[in-house]
């Protein structure tokens, strides 16, 4: 980009300048050989006045011309006066050749196609005459001389005019190209700005979401602990109250106390976002034991719990999953299912583990359960915490058959 630039300011000042330079030293070489070609007064008196309209020409073109598009009118006509000035002073003095040569460097600048080729024939001719001894000529010899030169200033015209036209092309495909290059530059910064703008769109988008699944954490949470609590608390409550047996209902009364005591110790740790509480001292094995004796115990049903495989240390958000999933089906078994026998069976495999939770309750249709919507965190919720982690969840019931319960969850080892 800048040798273009620098070749442009260079053909600018010669262009600007190189007119008088040129005129100057013809009329040098001109005094010098003046004896030799211009023999009467009338004839020097005809040279001078062409220099001085030449000079004449320069300073009125390097006044109009800078600022006018190429192939002005203006343009053209400076080129052929000039043209005939150069002609005129040749005719004189073959060594005004030395300033006629012009013509062959700027008729693509000032004359559109077909006129820039019969500008720089003409030239052709005023140079042809020049060298082959002067215009006109004047014995057979010098015509042929001027015929041969003439030939081949016509070859030079033809370089001259592609070398002109090939220039001409690799500017405007500059021009072209740089006006493509500002263009996409354009688009690059429309498409940054856009990109920035999608950019905070999607940090208030994802600063929403995270909000939206706190929410939902939390929510999930008070339904896994405080509600499904609250739940054992009334049904030890109302067995204590439906009890003659005062021993038995001091018994149920104590079981209420203990479950509003974990409870409250659940809500604490939800809101302090902790892990369950059952897994804050024990591993996952050991709090399912101890969830499912407690359970077994509140509810008066046969619960068994059982471990496949070799234990390993598990994620955190895995175990809870899992623990979260073994809670909500119990309680669902308790509260709908009127068991009278259920399994737990903790499953490690290669790349999973699973959860099975098995009852002989009186069963019901998943699908019409899920169609109904019967609550938020209840199938559903299941499901959802499974997917959260990339898991599944399967359940397999129909009416009067018991219910099975299937939670599997990828194997992610404690980091």
Do not use: C
């Not at 040279?47 to 190429?70: D, K, Q, Y």
């Amino acid at each position: 980009m800048a040798s273009d630039t620098t070749a442009k300011s260079w053909g600018d000042r010669f262009f600007r300048w190189g007119p008088y330079a040129l005129l100057g030293l013809a009329t040098l070489l001109g005094a010098i050989t003046a004896g030799l070609f211009v023999t009467t007064p009338g004839e020097r008196y005809a040279t001078g006045s062409l220099i001085v309209a030449a000079l004449v020409l320069h300073l009125w073109w390097n006044r109009t011309g800078p600022g006018l598009p190429e192939h002005h009118a203006a343009g053209r006509v400076y080129y052929v006066v000039r043209f005939a000035l150069g002609f005129a002073l040749t005719w004189l003095n073959p060594f005004f050749a030395v300033y006629a040569v012009l013509g062959y460097f700027d008729a693509d600048r000032l004359l559109p196609r077909r006129q820039m080729y019969a500008g720089m024939f003409a030239t052709a001719v005023t140079m042809a005459g020049s060298q082959s001894g002067g215009l006109p000529p004047a014995e057979g010899l010098q015509w042929v001389a001027f015929g041969a030169l003439f030939a081949l200033n016509v070859v030079l015209t033809f370089v001259f005019a592609d070398i002109s036209v090939k220039e001409a092309k690799r500017a405007k495909d500059k021009v072209a190209t740089i006006a493509e290059l500002e263009l996409a530059n354009s688009r690059l910064e429309q498409a940054l700005e856009e990109n920035a703008g999608l950019h905070a769109q999607l940090l208030v988008q994802a600063r929403e979401a995270g909000v939206n699944d706190e929410r939902r954490r939390l929510a999930a949470e008070i339904h896994d602990t405080i509600a499904q609590g609250l739940a054992g608390i009334i049904t030890q409550l109302q067995a204590a109250v439906d009890s003659a047996d005062p021993a038995a209902s001091h018994t149920h009364v104590e079981r209420a106390a203990t479950l509003a005591r974990h409870s409250l110790g659940e809500a604490r740790r939800s809101v302090q976002d902790l892990g369950p509480g059952a897994l804050e001292h024990d591993t996952l094995p050991d709090a399912l034991k101890n969830i499912v004796e407690t359970w077994s115990a509140s509810m008066g049903v046969r619960a068994e719990f059982t471990v496949t495989g070799t234990v390993e240390p598990l994620h955190d958000e895995i175990e809870a999953t899992v623990l979260r999933i073994a809670q909500e089906t119990l309680a669902n078994a308790g509260r709908h299912a009127r068991a009278t026998r259920v399994g737990v069976t903790l499953s490690y495999m290669d790349d999973e583990v699973s959860l099975d939770v098995r009852d002989d309750g009186r069963g019901f249709d998943p699908y019409a359960a899920l169609q109904r919507g019967t609550g938020r965190f209840g199938l559903g919720g299941m499901r959802a915490r499974a997917e959260r982690v990339a898991g599944t969840v399967d359940i397999e019931s129909e009416p009067g058959h018991g219910t099975a319960v299937s939670a599997r969850v990828p194997l992610v080892r404690h980091g």
